[in-house]
């Protein structure tokens, strides 16, 4: 596992802001991300952009 490259990242849902899927980016490269994926939530096909990080406490 490569270590201080890439950050697990979620990606939410812009509409409902639900954290739907977890994706890693490379931060020093990408800043902003986003994707057309399918939210439960919103029962179609919204944007879902990365946002928080995904802190691992071990
Ligand atoms: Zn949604």
Same mark, same amino acid.
């Not at 849902?13 to 739907?20: G, S, V």
């Given at each position: 596992m490569p270590r201080g490259k890439s950050t697990n990242v979620y990606l939410s %849902? &812009?509409? %409902? &802001?639900?954290?739907?899927y977890t994706t890693r980016i490379n931060k020093k490269k990408t800043t902003k991300l986003e994707h057309n994926k399918f939210c439960a939530s919103c029962k179609k096909m919204t944007p879902h952009a990365s946002g928080s990080e995904i802190k691992h406490s071990s």
């Open positions: %849902c &812009k509409e %409902c &802001k639900m954290q739907n």
